[in-house]
């Protein structure tokens, strides 16, 4: 029996989905890009930039939820074991910067559900503007927090998120034309015969 996808049921996929790659991609920088870090969570690469924005971009809400969730896990039992408002601050301001971003982006551009019409141009701002939102909104909270402005840490985290998320951005654009290559393929071949 085919039951159709309820919203709700929409919803919780594209959340779970956004935890699994957010959680996948952390781990992954840990493995390939803790020798590049400046302090631990502040690196010259840091991947999960780019998932949080792809995740956002694709999935608005669901995906910011899903992110929430994920860095929440990561700050508390990682980052600031045992500090619960730290890592809940930590991670909101990873999943509120890239949906505010999401939110700019789809009032701005027209964003649309396809993506359809974010251009390169638009999409490398996108990618600025994340990286600019996640850093500040970390560094308020370290300034509110410890009375201190920690400057180099905020330029590292943004030339960080920069860099992770083009590299993660790119590679799924990459991904993608690679798959509708070998559709396109297959069609043909069907065609053919």
């Known amino acids: 029996m085919n039951q159709p996808v309820t919203a709700f ?104 559900a396809s993506l359809t019409n974010l251009t390169p141009r638009r999409l490398l701002l996108c990618a600025l503007g994340c990286a600019l939102a996640s850093p500040l909104l970390h560094h308020i909270w370290f300034f509110v927090h410890d009375d201190a402005l920690h400057l180099p840490g905020f330029l590292v985290m943004f030339v960080g998120d920069l860099a992770g998320a083009l590299i993660v951005l790119y590679t799924a654009k990459w991904l993608l034309a690679l798959v509708r290559r070998q559709a396109t393929s297959r069609r043909e071949d069907r065609t053919v015969c």
């Open 9 to 112: 049921r929409l919803n919780l996929y594209m959340v779970l989905g956004t935890m699994f790659l957010h959680g996948l991609v952390m781990l992954a920088n840990e493995l390939f890009f803790q020798r590049a870090e400046f302090v631990q969570g502040i690196g010259w690469i840091y991947l999960p930039a780019g998932t949080r924005l792809l995740c956002t971009l694709l999935f608005g809400r669901a995906g910011a939820l899903g992110l929430l969730i994920v860095g929440w896990f990561a700050c508390y039992w990682y980052y600031f074991p045992g500090d619960a408002v730290r890592a809940t601050t930590g991670a909101m301001a990873g999943a509120i910067g890239p949906y505010l971003i999401y939110l700019i982006a789809r009032e701005r551009y027209g964003l649309q």
